[in-house]
């Protein structure tokens, strides 16, 4: 990535939500683009270079979209920041870049009339001209820019004419010898500012826009579906549906492609390296770990697609719009929807998907469930433990028993996670705001399937690089308590036996007594944090059954040997709740920028488990099934 | 075609306010909650009063949000779509956007 140089002109890209900002960064960037975090905080910042006509680099900072300079949200605090210069970290910017839609130019003025305020050079661009121009909306250029005082350019983003158009000007204004800035005169402003500013938007929009924009016919016939009572709901669970049969559809087969690559590669290894130390780290430590972390790709590349294309072609706030009410019952924000029932295939991308949610409170509580909701890694564990303990009998002559155990799983997932929620907002959040639900449903957009594989490309770069450190990082701790010490010379026990993590599964052993929890259960539990579905693998290696995968079946005749019924709900009870993911927190001390919501999140389901599991645990023998 | 369908309650209201006059410089005696109005409302915003705080968010700033989506005094609103769950939220369309907001915040919008 090219370095920062001080003769670079710095320009900030502002606009309203919906505005097409990014689209038009994406344009204007390519892929000379670098997204990392503003200093000290979590939000994403976003900057690319680019050349205009006379050859002058720019380096153009795309700020997070704002109705308004007075920071509402960590994300609108940072826009206003940057753009008053305050950001300690951030050089003041040469020029402003306002983005407005052409279709929708109301709520866009109101702000560039607030911005004039902040006296920076200016340049107001109006995005998606051509759907304007093809709705009958017939702009006045000259007389727009007359009555703000801003000069005005048109774009598309999609075609390049639009964008040279842009560089030009952006030459020209720039390119000025620089006049004496004015300091800046703006304050935060009162609802009569607000109003007057929105006044004088409308005036202007009356002097310049012959045509104001008819409601467009396509929106207005999509929404009278989408938007239905009921066709709506009907056609949301069917999109929901498409989409999650993608997940498991799509991404399996290259899942399983991963996993027996990562399998081969370690298997390769174990020939080329002498057994030993050395051996079991690369197989176990680093190719594991490292393929534990990419077998999640499929399912975040997939997922994301279908999150950026909705995103894009507006459904995203109309499906907030559906399920508010049902969200809003729990304290969740219609917004919270997508990222948890992403949240089923695996809470990773579920976590990540909480960017869409702009109110830091809501996203926070979003966080903390996404947990909760029956993760895919769950699914071999509770198939062991139903298939060798729960008998194949029918109830009410046509459900059978085990599958009705499996979906009160599930149910306990949903059911515990609405009530977390609830419980956070009523209790822990009492003094913050509940944020208003107000939104703008955008009209209707093919989205540009160049900026949408640009952001898709930047996830998945994300998830690897930041989470992957970490989860990697944790993957060779588990590694590492799961080998040393060595077992000694001659040892018949399995090597796991000898480790710290037998030595620590002992020495929890009696915490986890009062839930039925014997020592060899303690023990798997610790190279159980790697992932949930590892428990299965390590309960085998514990009991000493040899052979992985195909030895589920005898791990579970094992199991049910060996434990009571109790313990066995009571097992499956601690999975529900038990924070037994270290990617998971990972990921999500990487989404909220530090330890505490890890560690607040990993001690809440730590103690929901283990309260869950002794309330079964002593419900079970209360009923005679020890 | 739009048709008015207006809350049992509020018909006689709205074709009051339908017939008489309409003064913008003042406020219209009749002018209702936006939050009580149906599916199919059309009219302008006559005022926007938020009757007090609401769990930690001042009324000052609920009446600067709803200004900022472009809700302003005078703007033709027209609900569009209804929540499928107590006919909440609701999609209205204000000046050519569309904004959707829980009945609760839209009771603070006064229309005629």
């Known amino acids: 990535m090219t370095a920062i140089d001080t003769n670079d002109w710095r320009i900030a890209l502002v606009g309203t939500p919906n505005s097409g900002k990014t689209a038009l960064f994406n344009a204007l960037t390519g892929s000379r683009q670098k997204v990392a975090n503003y200093a000290g905080v979590t939000v994403e910042r976003k900057s690319g270079f680019l050349q205009t006509i006379s050859g002058h680099r720019v380096n153009l900072i795309d700020l997070p979209g704002t109705y308004s300079l007075r920071g509402r949200s960590p994300d609108e605090e940072i826009a206003r920041d940057v753009i008053l210069g305050k950001f300690a970290s951030e050089a003041p910017p040469d020029f402003l870049l306002c983005v407005a839609d052409a279709t929708n130019l109301r709520v866009a003025l109101r702000l560039v009339i607030e911005l004039k305020r902040v006296h920076r050079p200016m340049l107001l661009v109006l995005n998606m001209i051509d759907i304007a121009r093809r709705r009958g909306v017939d702009i006045d250029l000259d007389k727009l820019s007359a009555e703000l005082g801003v000069p005005v350019v048109t774009s598309t983003a999609v075609r390049r004419a639009g964008i040279e158009d842009l560089l030009r000007r952006i030459d020209d204004i720039a390119g000025k010898p620089a006049a004496a800035i004015a300091a800046s005169e703006w304050t935060a402003p009162a609802a009569s500012d607000l109003r007057a500013a929105q006044r004088e938007a409308d005036r202007v929009i009356r002097a310049a826009v012959s045509e104001p924009a008819k409601p467009d016919t396509w929106t207005t016939r999509v929404d009278a579906v989408l938007l239905h009572p009921v066709w709506g709901m009907i056609a949301l669970l069917a999109l929901l549906f498409v989409m999650f049969q ?132 769950r699914i071999p564990v509770y198939t062991l433990i139903i298939a060798a303990f729960v008998p194949d009998k029918p109830v009410l002559g046509f459900l059978g028993l085990q599958g009705l155990v499996m979906f009160g799983l599930y149910a306990v997932g949903i059911f515990s996670a609405l009530a977390v929620s609830f419980v956070a907002n009523h209790f822990f959040w009492r003094e913050s705001a509940t ?123 094992a199991l049910a040997d060996k434990w009571s019924l109790a313990t066995a709900l009571a097992f499956l009870a601690w999975y529900v709740f038990a924070p037994q993911c270290a990617s998971t927190l990972a990921v999500i001390k990487r989404e909220t920028g530090g330890w505490r919501w890890m560690w607040i999140t990993f001690f809440y389901m730590l103690s929901m488990a283990y309260i869950a599991a002794l309330i079964t645990y002593h419900a079970a023998l209360a009923l005679g099934l020890g | 075609m739009v048709h008015l369908n207006p809350m049992p309650t509020l018909t006689t209201t709205m074709t009051d306010i339908a017939n008489s006059a309409p003064d913008e410089s003042v406020r219209a005696p009749r002018a209702v909650p936006l939050g009580l109005a149906r599916h199919g409302f059309q009219g302008r915003v006559d ?43 609701i999609a209205v369309r204000v000046n050519g956007t569309t904004i959707a907001l829980r009945r609760r915040e839209a009771m603070a919008i006064l229309v005629v």
Request: net charge negative; proline share 6%.
């Open chain 1, 435 to 557: 944020p208003p639900f107000m939104l703008e449903l955008p009209d209707y957009k093919l989205p540009q399937l160049r900026s949408v594989l640009m952001n898709l490309y930047q996830r998945a770069m994300a998830f690897l690089k930041r989470a992957g450190t970490t989860i990697f990082s944790m993957m060779v701790l588990i590694w590492f308590l799961a080998s040393f010490p060595r077992p000694p010379v001659g040892a018949t026990e399995p090597a796991i036996d000898f480790s710290l993590a037998a030595i620590i599964g002992h020495w929890i052993e009696p915490l986890l007594a009062p839930i039925g929890f014997n020592w060899q259960i303690s023990v798997a539990l610790i190279p159980g944090m790697a992932a949930r579905e590892v428990a299965v693998a390590s309960l085998g290696t514990v009991y000493a059954i040899e052979g992985g995968k195909e030895a589920v079946e005898q791990v579970g005749h």
């Open chain 1, 246 to 377: 993608a997940v498991f559809a799509w991404a399996q087969p290259v899942m399983d492609l991963i996993t027996a690559g990562f399998d081969a590669l370690g298997a390769w290894t174990a020939t080329v390296l002498p057994e030993g130390l050395l051996q079991s780290f690369v197989q176990n430590g680093v190719i594991s770990g490292v393929g534990s972390v990419i077998v999640f790709l499929p399912q975040i590349l997939v997922l994301f697609l279908f999150i950026l294309l909705l995103e894009d072609f507006g459904y995203m706030a109309r499906a907030a719009f559906l399920m508010d009410r049902i969200m809003g019952g729990a304290g969740l924000h219609g917004r919270a929807f997508i990222p948890l029932l992403s949240s089923f295939a695996c809470a990773i991308p579920g976590i990540m998907a909480t960017r869409v949610i702009d109110n830091k409170r809501d996203r926070l509580t979003t966080i903390m469930v996404a947990p909760l909701m029956t993760c895919s890694a």
């Open chain 2, 47 to 89: 005022a926007i009063v938020v009757d007090g705080d609401r769990l930690g968010v001042s009324a000052a700033e609920i009446e600067r949000r709803l200004l900022e989506l472009g809700i302003v005094e005078g703007a033709a609103v027209h609900i569009l779509h209804e929540g499928p769950i107590g006919r909440d939220p």
